[in-house]
């Protein structure tokens, strides 16, 4: 390895910029040459990258976002696009590629991977917490603390007023942060992709333990099966006259900020063990944590095994309800 260049792709996550200073700074350790492309594969079918120093990546491992940008890219899933892609790493002489992001991001990587035979290793970079073979992706934690201190400030509006507020998070096909977040926040009821949820149930729920004397939160995964907090709100708003019933849409806000220590820890440990996985002449292989133990898994199985949240924390919840 003398020459290795690194992407993040798809949506922005909280820990990315600590994951790319850790790849940098680590290839600058073993004398390989760090070579960021900007806006991931649209920048690699553009051809727009430059080798990195120790300067690029000072103090950045507290910003959020990345630092070499992210888009979007339909070219890339066209063949004639993936062509243009590796017709640049050719000529820039690259041996070895990291990519930072999620399920979209992974599957573009093992099509190169295929088609070109450059060794390739992922680093999940997503706040939804959706990538088999891991228990934390890169930015998850962040989002989580994002969403629980946005909750606990709209639950003292809620009790003031006596309102029941349903409040949307980012999770189109999975549940973690709606999930995780119910818990964190003391929600009363979360709805997520993974579970079916009973609208004459919710409504029977809302009515035994609220009773309109007190406010409670009810979170909604945007992916849920009923829709988002807006329309969820809009079909038991008829079974519910008498409540005062709010809806907030959380949005982009939990993509950003500064990330937790836990997300710049675990991006740290996978930047480096990437690099080293691929001095090892590892390839198609995705980094994990799993406790505290760095794990591996093969690309593709990261990109066909889904991973799905601890359903039995939603009877957690309905223990917890106040009656």
Known sequence: MKKIALITSGGDSPGMNACIRAVVKTCLHYKITPFGIFDGFQGMIDGRGFEMSYLDVDNIIQRGGTILGTARCKEFMQVEGRLKAIAYLKSENID?????GGDGSFTGAYHLGQEMNIPIIGLPGTIDNDIYGTDHTIGYDTALNTVMEAVDK??????????IFFIEVMGRDAGFIALNSAISSGAENVLIPEKHMDIEKLVRDIKIHNKGRRGSIIMVAEGDEWGGAIELMEKVKPFLPDYDLRYSVLGHIQRGGSPSAWDRIIATKMGSYAV????????NLMVGIQGDNLVT???EQG???????NLNS??????????
Request: glycine share 4%; net charge positive.
């Open 96 to 100: 070895g590629l990291v990519v930072i």
């Open 154 to 163: 709209i639950r003292d509006t809620a009790a003031s007023h006596h309102r």
């Open 276 to 283: 080293e996985l691929l001095m090892n002449g590892d390839t």
């Open 297 to 299: 898994c093969s690309i």
């Open 303 to 309: 990109i066909k095994e889904n991973a799905s949240p």
């Open 314 to 323: 939603i009877k957690l919840l309905a223990k917890l309800r106040t009656k």
